[in-house]
T-cell receptor, first 109, second 112 residues
Framework: AQRVTQPEKLLSVFKGAPVELKCNYSYSGSPELFWYVQYSRQRLQLLLRHISRESIKGFTADLNKGETSFHLKKPFAQEEDSAMYYCALTSGSARQLTFGSGTQLTVLP | DTAVSQTPKYLVTQMGNDKSIKCEQNLGHDTMYWYKQDSKKFLKIMFSYNNKELIINETVPNRFSPKSPDKAHLNLHINSLELGDSAVYFC???????????FGPGTRLTVT
């Protein structure tokens, strides 16, 4: 069965500090990994996906198959980054997303 | 020009009632989904549906049923509402061959 684990429920950093949101997954095949973000009272939106290997809003995430991880990183956090972040994977014909439990990031001034 | 829309945004109802939440997407996608976000913000897939198959998460009670009048709509009907059904329900859609999903704004259901 596929599973996504985000060990940190809450994470606080100061503005300008580096931030890393951890994500580990378990899946027997080759999943596709995503990070979704939910700003306060807004809909979920895609932040980035591993296959595109791009940086969005200064965030990057590298898929490490050996460690089965897909951690989200940003070198200098901004207050507007405060949000709930979900790591997710999808696989198979159904393309259903399996989400981690989410990490609430708070960037302090 | 909203891509994925849901109505209503808020729904307050009593236990035992039957209610529906509507979802529409104007992206031309072929697959639609329903997710439940509980009070701890945990998101869980309930259904995925395209014109060929409905896949139901086995943990979803059969009081929940998706209904799709056409490719652009996937409504969620809930019978005999229970207190534990209180949550935010998100609709999403995606296109064949592309795993990125687009989410609606959510419907906050409160059962009293």
């Amino acid at each position: 069965a596929q599973r996504v684990t985000q060990p940190e429920k809450l994470l606080s950093v100061f503005k300008g500090a580096p931030v890393e949101l951890k994500c580990n997954y378990s899946y027997s095949g080759s999943p596709e990994l995503f990070w979704y973000v939910q700003y306060s009272r807004q809909r979920l939106q895609l932040l980035l996906r591993h296959i595109s290997r791009e940086s969005i809003k200064g965030f990057t995430a590298d898929l490490n198959k050996g460690e089965t991880s897909f951690h989200l990183k940003k070198p200098f956090a901004q207050e507007e980054d405060s949000a709930m972040y979900y790591c997710a994977l999808t696989s198979g014909s159904a393309r259903q997303l399996t989400f981690g439990s989410g990490t609430q990031l708070t960037v302090l001034p | 020009d909203t891509a994925v829309s849901q109505t209503p945004k808020y729904l307050v109802t009593q236990m035992g009632n039957d209610k529906s939440i509507k979802c529409e997407q104007n992206l031309g996608h072929d697959t639609m989904y329903w997710y439940k976000q509980d009070s701890k913000k945990f998101l869980k897939i309930m259904f995925s549906y395209n014109n060929k198959e409905l896949i139901i998460n086995e943990t979803v009670p059969n009081r929940f049923s998706p209904k799709s009048p056409d490719k652009a709509h996937l409504n969620l009907h809930i019978n005999s509402l229970e207190l534990g059904d209180s949550a935010v329900y998100f609709c999403a859609s995606s296109q064949a061959g592309v795993n990125e999903q687009y989410f609606g704004p959510g419907t906050r259901l409160t059962v009293t």
